[in-house]
Structures are given as C-alpha cells and as structure tokens.
Antibody
Framework: EVQLVQSGAEEKKPGESLKISCKASGYNFPNYWIAWVRQKPGRGLECLGIISPGDSDTRYSPSFQGQVTISADKSVTTAYMQWKSLKASDNGIYFC??????????????WGQGTQVTVSS | QSVLTQPPSVSGAPGQRATISCTGSSSNIGAHFDVHWYQQLPGTAPKLLIYGDNSRPSGVPDRFSGSKSGTSASLAITGLQAEDEADYYC???????????FGGGTRLTVL
C-alpha cells in the first residue's frame, strides 16, 4: 500500500526554525515527485513546490521561492520542508503528496495526513 | 484570490445531480493543461477524485465525472448521497506562474 506519513503538529514562536517530514512507503520513492501543499484555516490549497527524490531536482512556486527549503533523503525514503525563520503567516496545515504523471500535467494521487504548524508569540 | 475560480458552495437533494465549475484562463486550462479534482472530507487530507480531465482512480464511483472545454472544467456528481458532503477542489498547471494551481474550493451540501 502506498503511504505517506507526516511528522506531528508543531507549535513555534516567530523567528524559530522548523523542519517537518514526510515518510514514504509502498512504492519506489526515487521515481515519483513529492509536492508540499499548504492549507490555511478556512482557505484553499496552495502548492509550495515539488522535489524529485531521485536527483533532488526541486522546483518552487514563485510565491514561496526563498521562503522554504524542500529536500529529500532517498536512504530513508523521506521528504522534508524547512523554514529558517518562521512568521505568523506560515500558520497552516502542510500536506505532502505524491505526484503521478508528467510534471506539468501531473496529479497528486496519494496524500499525507497533514502537519499542523502553529506560529505564535 | 485563487487562479482557478470555483463557486463557494453548491447544494442538492439526495439522488439529484450537482455540478461544480472551475474557470481558468489561457495560461492554464485554456493552454490544454490537464485538470484534476480532489474531495476533502472535514478534518481529513484531500483525496484524488478525477485525473486527466475525466479519468477516475480505482475505487471512485462512476457517479463522479469530469469534463473540460476551453478555459473551464466541470465536476458532475449524480445520485447525490449524504457521504458526498465535502469540499471539492480543481487543480491544474499555470505556465505563466510556473506553478501548480488550485481552485478556491466548493462546499457541497446534500440537503
């Protein structure tokens, strides 16, 4: 069974750093792009970027370039997203999702359960 | 403001048909990029419902169907059931933004 299991909820203060994870199982991890998608309270979905775990090719949505860092470790079949300095506007639920298909026409066929990130002083 | 525009809410009685629209532009849906649809039940992660404009993953009932024309796409749900109450999102790729884009989501209420 294809599964993505994310790390638990985080509560941080503005200015702190954070790294959340997404552990993949049940498929050949290097062969599928992984996306990170944010959902802010009561709002829709936004894709922050994608990574190809096979070669670590990473593509950020322009709105999030420089705001987060996406990485992956093939040896532990895990993708990560990290912040150097959190802001209150980073509040939200962050999902990882496996992408299937060609990059520009790909779809997200498997999703992690989500990681709640709360940034508050 | 989302790049793809969806109505905030739609509703229908059990057994009836509901349709959710997704309007884009010449840089996304109109540029022939595929449209995909997701269902999000309260408190859960989104689930893939339709991919490649009109294909269903295994396990998704054929009551759900997708279509696309020009710069718009639609999701149709026939034989509405109480369990269909959820938020629905369309998704595509935008070549001007070089980004994967979602609609703002539509809340389906089964009356």
């Amino acid at each position: 069974e294809v599964q993505l299991v994310q790390s638990g909820a985080e509560e941080k203060k503005p200015g702190e750093s954070l790294k959340i994870s997404c552990k993949a199982s049940g498929y050949n991890f290097p062969n599928y792009w992984i996306a990170w998608v944010r959902q802010k309270p009561g709002r829709g979905l936004e894709c922050l970027g994608i990574i190809s775990p096979g070669d670590s090719d990473t593509r950020y949505s322009p709105s999030f370039q420089g705001q987060v860092t996406i990485s992956a470790d093939k040896s532990v079949t895990t993708a990560y997203m990290q912040w150097k300095s959190l802001k209150a506007s980073d509040n939200g639920i962050y999902f990882c999702a496996r992408m299937t298909g060609v990059t520009t026409t790909g779809w997200f066929d498997t999703w992690g359960q989500g990681t709640q990130v709360t940034v508050s002083s | 403001q989302s790049v793809l525009t969806q109505p905030p809410s739609v509703s229908g009685a059990p057994g009836q048909r509901a349709t959710i629209s997704c309007t884009g532009s010449s840089s996304n849906i109109g540029a022939h990029f595929d449209v995909h649809w997701y269902q999000q039940l309260p408190g859960t992660a989104p689930k893939l419902l339709i991919y490649g404009d009109n294909s269903r993953p295994s396990g998704v009932p054929d009551r759900f169907s997708g279509s696309k024309s020009g710069t718009s796409a639609s999701l149709a749900i026939t034989g509405l059931q109480a369990e269909d109450e959820a938020d629905y999102y369309c998704q595509s790729y935008d070549r001007s933004l070089s980004a994967y884009v979602f609609g703002g989501g539509t809340r389906l209420t089964v009356l």
